[in-house]
């Protein structure tokens, strides 16, 4: 079975600038979940979405970050236009249940904003 | 809100010393507990978890945790580490019943000597 993939691994981008991050999600788990680590800080959860709808979004730090969840299968989140603050590695999570324990994480995606 | 705290943020360790990382959450009611472990270069992935029953868990590559309810504490155990244990460790809560999202500690690195 192949696990949860994210694009890019890695993003360094300007300030002001937008980036685009991907999760492709286990085929057939209709919960995917957006976290995001800042340096040393806790996994802090962003938002939830079950097939293409949010469920949670309550952790999304501001309106400069959207995500979206088109057919129910890939995920993006959209960072327009970036901050220096928005520097930190964002965990994709998918599962069936919807239970932390299902949980399968991506590998991350480091983000720089310089 | 829920929280956790994990006391140690950073810990090294010799091959074949015990290791305890200390783990403690707020939150009044009833709780789900786990261990996640990240290996340099790798994804998240479950390393144990607690919904219920015996508050001795046993997980994988023989860690195991101990729930102790009147002391809000989850700590992670192994009696004896490996240089492969070298990996950050996140405890994590959420509250019990349908989904619930995650709410991660801060991380502890562990580096274990050969």
């Known amino acids: 079975e192949a696990g949860v993939t994210q694009f890019p691994s890695h993003s360094v981008i300007e300030k002001g600038q937008t980036v685009t991050l991907r999760c492709d999600p286990i085929?057939?788990?209709?919960?995917l979940y957006w976290y995001r680590r800042v340096m040393g800080k806790e996994i802090k959860f962003l938002l939830h979405f079950v097939k293409e709808s949010k469920q949670d979004e309550s952790g999304m730090p501001n309106n400069r970050f959207l995500a979206e969840r088109t057919g129910g299968t890939y995920s993006t989140l959209k960072v327009q236009p970036a901050e220096l603050e928005d520097s930190g590695v964002y965990f994709c999570a998918s599962s069936q249940d919807g239970m932390g324990s299902g949980y399968t994480f991506g590998s991350g995606t480091r983000l720089t904003v310089v | 809100a829920q929280s956790v705290s994990q006391h140690n943020h950073h810990v090294i360790l010799s091959e074949a010393a015990s290791l305890e990382l200390g783990c403690n959450y707020s939150y009044g009611g009833t709780v789900n507990l786990f261990w996640y472990v990240q290996y340099p270069g790798q994804h998240l992935q479950l390393l144990l978890k607690?919904?219920?029953?015996?508050?001795l868990v046993k997980g994988i590559k023989g860690f195991e945790a101990e729930f102790i309810k009147s002391k809000f504490s989850f700590n992670l155990r192994k009696p004896s580490v490996q240089w492969s244990d070298t990996a950050e460790y996140f405890c994590?809560?959420?509250?019990?019943?349908?989904?619930?999202?995650?709410?991660f500690g801060t991380g502890t690195k562990l580096q274990v000597i050969p």
């Open positions: 994590a809560v959420t509250r019990s019943g349908g989904y619930q999202k995650v709410t």
């Open positions: 085929s057939g788990h209709d919960n």
């Open positions: 607690y919904f219920s029953g015996d508050p």
